[in-house]
């Protein structure tokens, strides 16, 4: 049986008003046109909905009972296929994958629990740790929020700059490099350790070294920063991270900081997300959630030295980006 669906908003204006005139008005159509409406009404339920009384109508036993269903149904059609949706955060009730590396994830991952579960405490957050190889997981709908040093290459992954980091070094205190201004022929001569979740042993520094003249030696590779910051802190390695992502790290970790004494472009932070979720409104919420957590991390840089100096504190900082690759 072909049922036309136009009848139910007839249906539920009918009701509403209890009249053909009224729900004619109601939906802006003449007496006429709604009356071979409620016609059809008729024939596809077999009951006459409304019926006379005096000099008016009043609904069936069966209108009665299914009035409150069809004004329902109506208003969850019109919701459906609305592009101008209100979002209740309240009554919420959504999971989200979120996949950022350790660095931001542990920056800030808290910030956005904490953040979401106030503003909308049906929905949980899934945070997914960063494979070792890059895969199409937004574009299979298995993560919906990334983040990224780099701009996708994929023309349906979607992008937003949310910040710009600094580079970093970090070692232990009491380390050779904290003695005096550290040069760049003194940081090339220490031992690294390079942060890559595909383990690799060169990153962007050691080009830069390369066109100065030097080279540096790598050590070991790591593949968090987490790991690398307490290596550092249990060796004489030399680790260069990102600096605001992993500024809470390495101030409990008492580990010193020195200014990277080489010349480099910052590091941006990118969140990407699948192009279908351009009009998701939960969607755009936590994408908005999650630039605002993060922006947090963003202060403007304070003036630096060649001393060796303690992790900044909340107060202080720098822009925040992605950890190298």
Same mark, same amino acid.
């Given at each position: 049986?072909?049922?036309?669906?136009?009848? +139910?908003?007839?249906?539920?204006?009918?009701?509403? &008003?209890?009249s053909v005139a009224g729900a004619a008005a109601r939906?802006?159509? *003449?007496?006429?046109?709604?009356?071979?409406?409620?016609?059809?009404?008729?024939?596809?339920?077999?009951?006459?909905?409304?019926?006379?009384?005096?000099?008016?109508?009043?609904?069936?036993?069966?209108?009665?009972?299914?009035?409150?269903?069809?004004?329902?149904?109506?208003?969850?059609? $019109?919701?459906?296929?609305?592009?101008?949706? &209100?979002?209740?955060?309240?009554?919420?009730?959504?999971?989200?994958?979120?996949? /950022?590396?350790?660095?931001?994830?542990?920056?800030?991952?808290?910030? +956005?629990?904490?953040?979401?579960?106030?503003?909308?405490?049906?929905?949980?957050?899934?945070?997914?740790?960063?494979?070792? !190889?890059?895969?199409?997981?937004?574009?299979?709908?298995?993560?919906?929020?990334?983040?990224?040093?780099?701009?996708?290459?994929?023309?349906?992954?979607?992008?937003?700059?949310?910040?710009?980091?600094?580079?970093?070094?970090?070692?232990?205190?009491?380390?050779?490099? !904290?003695?005096?201004?550290?040069?760049? &022929?003194?940081?090339?001569?220490?031992?690294?350790? !390079?942060?890559?979740?595909?383990?690799?042993?060169?990153?962007?520094?050691?080009?830069?070294?390369?066109?100065?003249?030097?080279?540096?030696?790598?050590?070991?590779?790591?593949? !968090?920063?987490?790991?690398?910051?307490?290596?550092?802190?249990?060796?004489?390695?030399?680790?260069?991270?990102?600096?605001?992502? *992993?500024?809470?790290? @390495?101030?409990?970790?008492?580990?010193?900081?020195?200014?990277?004494?080489?010349?480099?472009?910052?590091?941006?932070?990118?969140? +990407? /997300?699948?192009?279908?979720?351009?009009?998701?409104?939960? $969607?755009? /919420?936590? @994408?908005?959630?999650?630039?605002?957590?993060?922006?947090?991390?963003?202060?403007?840089?304070?003036? &630096?030295?060649?001393?060796?100096?303690?992790?900044?504190?909340?107060?202080?900082?720098?822009?925040?980006?992605?950890?190298?690759?």
């Open positions: 049986m072909q049922l036309d669906l136009n009848l +139910l908003t007839a249906l539920d204006a009918l009701l509403e &008003e209890g939906l802006h159509v *003449t007496a006429p046109a709604m009356s071979r409406s409620l016609g059809r009404i008729r024939k596809a339920t077999g009951d006459q909905i409304l019926v006379r009384t005096g000099r008016s109508m009043v609904p069936t036993t069966r209108a009665l009972a299914m009035r409150a269903q069809v004004h329902t149904l109506v208003q969850q059609a $019109h919701q459906l296929l609305s592009t101008q949706q &209100e979002l209740d955060l309240a009554a919420l009730d959504r999971v989200f994958t979120v996949r /950022w590396h350790d660095a931001l994830t542990a920056a800030s991952g808290t910030a +956005l629990i904490t953040a979401v579960h106030r503003q909308a405490p049906g929905v949980r957050l899934r945070l997914s740790a960063e494979p070792g !190889t890059d895969d199409t997981e937004l574009r299979r709908g298995e993560v919906d929020l990334e983040s990224s040093s780099a701009t996708p290459t994929l023309p349906d992954v979607r992008h937003r700059l949310v910040g710009t980091d600094r580079l970093v070094v970090a070692v232990r205190p009491g380390h050779p490099l !904290t003695e005096g201004p550290l040069s760049i &022929e003194r940081y090339a001569a220490g031992e690294h350790l !390079t942060v890559s979740r595909r383990g690799s042993l060169r990153d962007p520094i050691d080009d830069a070294l390369i066109t100065r003249g030097l080279e540096r030696r790598v050590a070991a590779a790591g593949p !968090t920063a987490a790991f690398a910051l307490q290596l550092a802190l249990d060796t004489d390695l030399v680790v260069t991270l990102p600096d605001a992502v *992993t500024r809470t790290a @390495r101030e409990r970790l008492g580990l010193a900081t020195l200014r990277l004494p080489l010349p480099l472009p910052g590091v941006p932070l990118y969140l +990407l /997300w699948h192009q279908r979720y351009d009009d998701d409104r939960a $969607h755009s /919420w936590l @994408r908005d959630v999650a630039t605002e957590t993060i922006r947090t991390l963003f202060t403007p840089p304070t003036a &630096e030295s060649d001393r060796p100096v303690r992790p900044p504190g909340p107060a202080d900082g720098a822009p925040a980006s992605g950890c190298p690759r």
